[in-house]
C-alpha cells in the first residue's frame, strides 16, 4: 500500500520521453490548479449556484492532460488496470452513466456536509477511473473545488489539500482500499477519506496562519 499506484491502459502517450513528460505534467498541473481556483471564485460569495457536471470534471482533465494523452477531456474507450490495487474498474461503456449518478449523488445531497461530499467523490472518481490516465489528479482536485465551494472560501495556507495527499499518499490509497471493500457489501462508507481530508484540511489552514504571522 505504500507504493504508487498507476492506471494500465493501452499506450498511447503523447510524450515518451520521461523528462519531458514529468515537466509537462507539472506545468499542466499548475494550470489545472488555475482552472479549479475560477470554477471555485463563480460559486463562492453570492456567486452562481454550483452544480457538480461531467463538464466540469472533464474540463479539469483535460487540463491535466493537454499534449500528454489523445483522450484529455474524454472518458476511456477501453479497459483500465490500477496497478497494486484489488479494485477493477467498470467496463469503458459504463463510465458515462457512472460519471452521471455520481454527479448527482453530489448533487442532491448537497446539504452533506462538505468533507463528506469532498471524500465521496474522491473515492467514487477512483472507483469509476473514468480516465486511461489523469484519474488521481482530477479525483484530488474536483473533490477540492467541492469542499471550497461548500466552504464558501478560496481557502488560504500551502501546500493544499491536493498538494498534501500526493506528498503522502499511503493514507490516501488505504481509505480508498476500505471504502472499496464496503462498497463491495453495497456500502458507502468513506469515515476514513473524511478523517484524512480534515485532518489537511486543519493543516492546510494552520500553514495559512503561520504565513501570515512571518
Not at 510524450?15 to 513528460?21: A, G, L, Q, S, V
Not at 448527482?104 to 472507483?127: K, T
Not at 474536483?142 to 471550497?148: E, G, N, R
Amino acid at each position: 500500500m505504500s507504493e504508487d499506484r498507476h492506471s494500465r491502459a493501452d499506450p498511447v502517450e503523447l510524450i515518451m520521453d520521461p523528462d519531458e513528460k514529468a515537466q509537462r505534467e507539472a506545468e499542466n498541473g499548475v494550470r489545472q490548479f488555475k482552472d479549479a481556483i475560477e470554477v471555485i471564485r463563480a460559486h463562492i460569495k453570492g456567486g452562481s449556484k454550483f452544480k457538480l457536471t461531467q463538464g466540469v470534471i472533464l474540463r479539469l482533465h483535460q487540463t491535466a492532460l493537454d499534449g500528454i494523452h489523445p483522450l484529455a477531456g474524454t472518458y476511456r474507450n477501453s479497459p483500465v488496470y490500477i496497478e497494486k490495487s484489488n479494485h477493477f474498474p467498470p467496463h469503458q461503456a459504463d463510465v458515462p452513466d457512472l460519471v452521471a449518478e455520481m454527479c448527482s449523488y453530489v448533487n442532491d445531497n448537497w446539504h452533506m456536509p462538505g468533507l463528506y461530499l469532498a471524500a465521496y467523490i474522491l473515492w467514487r472518481m477512483n472507483w469509476i477511473h473514468p480516465f486511461a490516465d489523469g484519474n488521481g489528479r482530477t479525483a484530488r482536485v474536483v473533490s477540492y473545488v467541492v469542499l471550497s465551494i461548500k466552504l464558501d472560501s478560496l481557502l488560504p495556507g500551502t501546500p493544499t489539500i491536493p498538494d498534501l495527499i500526493a506528498a503522502d499518499k499511503t493514507p490516501y490509497y488505504r481509505a480508498l482500499e476500505r471504502a472499496d471493500d464496503s462498497w463491495k457489501r453495497n456500502l458507502i462508507a468513506v469515515s476514513d477519506m473524511e478523517n484524512m481530508l480534515e485532518g489537511m484540511l486543519a493543516q492546510q489552514l494552520h500553514n495559512a496562519t503561520q504565513e501570515a504571522a512571518h
